[in-house]
Nanobody, 123 residues
Framework: QVQLVESGGGLVQAGASLRLSCAAS????????MGWFRQAPEKEREFVAT????????YYVDSVKGRFTISRDNAKNTVYLQMNSLKPEDTAIYYCAATQRTVGRDSYEYAYWGQGTRVTVSS
């Protein structure tokens, strides 16, 4: 069992940066692949980024490549999403998730989810 709690969301202007954090409970956090997903109003949840247990494998959706960086600190049971050069189209609720796979780009691959943190980017 893994429990996930996101934080770090907020209201920012276009071009600003935010860093989301996801704190995980459980001693087995370091064995899970982790991911970030987001859901904009009236849209389906979409994959944003994923990272392997070691941090050696990372994937991003094309729309955030070069702007977002996923990382993790297994000693702190925390995964991060550094978001730079934010755009209004990044506005969404961001969810952290854990998978027993190495990495995952589809929501069905994830067994554990956080409650989400809201990010709003104004133009």
């Amino acid at each position: 069992q893994v429990q996930l709690v996101e934080s770090g969301g907020g209201l920012v202007q276009a071009g600003a940066s935010l860093r989301l954090s996801c704190a995980a409970s459980g001693r087995t956090f370091s064995t899970y692949g982790m991911g970030w997903f987001r859901q904009a109003p009236e849209k389906e949840r979409e994959f944003v980024a994923t990272i392997s247990w070691s941090g050696g494998i990372k994937y991003y959706v094309d729309s955030v490549k070069g702007r977002f960086t996923i990382s993790r600190d297994n000693a702190k049971n925390t995964v991060y999403l550094q978001m730079n050069s934010l755009k209004p189209e990044d506005t969404a609720i961001y969810y952290c998730a854990a998978t027993q796979r190495t990495v995952g780009r589809d929501s069905y691959e994830y067994a554990y989810w956080g409650q989400g943190t809201r990010v709003t980017v104004s133009s």
